[in-house]
């Protein structure tokens, strides 16, 4: 479906939903897509919701442009898991690629080998929802299916 690659590409914040015995929590992460498709992120493994997903993978998040009007975004389901190794390494450069500026703020091998405060992580979606006022009218919601080349090829 071109909207939800379209609004993944012209996005670059993802309000990230874990949950924990404290009960949920949301918070607002950078991402950078890889193929599946893939939304890596990095955070620091002291933030509330890297301790809830490395606890519980199961995560939901939230994607849209800052515009109010048209109503559109992007409602995600599925895991996240931290990243080591080469998975790192790829998931790093797509991040930098998209962030240049983040290069040299943090320790990168450490990052990389998933020993370190910042550690990347991927979100796995296994459901998605595209909300687009101007491709389906007010207040409707279209599913994604996840396996189709659109949504693999972000």
Same mark, same amino acid.
């Given at each position: 479906m071109?909207?939800?690659r379209q /609004? /993944?590409?012209?996005? +670059?914040?993802m309000?990230? $939903?874990?949950?924990?015995a404290s009960g949920p929590w949301a918070a607002p992460v950078l991402y950078a897509l890889r193929p599946g498709p893939e939304l890596v992120f990095m955070s +620091?493994?002291?933030t509330r919701h890297a301790q809830d997903l490395l606890a519980c993978p199961r995560v939901a998040a939230a994607i849209h442009p800052d515009q109010t009007r048209p109503l559109r975004g992007v409602q995600l389901e599925g895991t996240a898991r931290p990243l080591a190794g080469l998975d790192a =390494? +790829? $998931?790093l450069r797509a991040y930098l690629q998209r962030f240049p500026a983040a290069r040299g703020r943090f320790? =990168?091998?450490? $990052?990389?080998r998933g020993t370190g405060q910042v550690r990347l992580f991927a979100l796995r979606p296994q459901r998605a929802f595209v909300l687009s006022e101007p491709d389906f009218g007010w207040g409707v919601r279209r599913e =994604?299916?996840?396996h189709s080349p659109a949504a693999a090829s972000p």
């Open positions: 071109d909207v939800f /609004l /993944l590409e012209e996005s +670059r914040v309000t990230l $939903a874990t949950c924990s +620091r493994v002291t =390494v +790829r $998931a320790p =990168v091998w450490p $990052a990389v =994604v299916p996840l």
